[in-house]
């Protein structure tokens, strides 16, 4: 089944700066690639999502970027802000009987203000 | 448009126990997933329901079972609760028809303790 690895585990940034998470994934064939986060105490958040057949995807101070060669794809976040502060999940859906959205192990990110 | 609600949102169970955890998804989303959220194994996929029948279901033991209505509102039942059932179950649904996990919006869970 699908694998999907993210990194770093925690990233902490400077208010204004910006933070950037990566993410690979196993399967050659997945095709779906959603953001997610997660504040305490609150259901994960979907904040962008990219597919297969795009490249890049922004959305104000957010972008995902794929690259399906290498098979990984990442999260940046520009002027971040304290608000921005919170677990973010990269996960990826396998096509084919099973198809699960398999999470990756999240990432902590703190804004330091 | 009302999110997804998931009721109760805190259970404290004892070991041997059953416990149903409800979920209503967004007006009109037909697609509900059910995930087990917790620090070791992070988010773990379930189930997924689709007009009232399973779809696809993740690697968890048969204790594990859910339904779908024909509102869409889905439930999730846990027999025979072992301690390391202790977790955060969310609920999603999706718009999506055919495809079902893509766009995928989560509730805000059920944190279940068990005993």
């Known amino acids: 089944g699908e694998n999907v690895e993210q990194h770093p585990s925690t990233l902490s940034v400077q208010e204004g700066d910006s933070a950037v998470i990566k993410c690979t994934y196993s399967d050659s064939a997945s095709n779906y690639f959603p953001w997610y986060k997660q504040e305490l105490g609150k259901g994960p958040q979907l904040i962008i999502d990219?597919?297969?057949?795009?490249g890049e995807k922004k959305d104000q101070r957010i972008a995902v970027t794929l690259n399906k060669t290498a098979k990984h794809f990442s999260l940046h976040i520009t002027e971040t802000q304290p608000e921005d502060s919170a677990v973010y999940f990269c996960a990826a859906i396998s096509p084919g009987s099973a198809r699960q959205l398999t999470f990756g192990s999240g990432t902590q990110l703190t804004v330091l203000p | 448009k009302a999110g997804v609600t998931q009721t109760p949102r805190y259970l404290i169970k004892t070991r041997g126990q059953q416990v149903t955890l409800s979920c209503s998804p967004i007006s009109g989303h037909r697609s509900v997933s059910w995930y087990q959220q917790t620090p070791g194994q992070g988010l773990q996929f379930l189930f997924e329901?689709?007009?009232?029948?399973?779809?696809n279901k993740g690697n968890f033991p048969g204790r594990f079972s859910g339904r779908q209505f024909s509102n869409s509102r889905s439930e999730m039942n846990v027999s025979t609760l072992e301690l390391g059932d202790s977790a955060l179950y969310l609920c999603?649904?999706?718009?999506?028809?055919?495809?079902?996990?893509?766009?995928?919006?989560f509730g805000p869970g059920t944190r279940l303790t068990v005993t």
């Open positions: 999603a649904s999706s718009p999506q028809g055919t495809g079902g996990l893509y766009e995928q919006y």
């Open positions: 329901y689709f007009s009232e029948t399973q779809r």
């Open positions: 990219i597919r297969s057949n795009v």
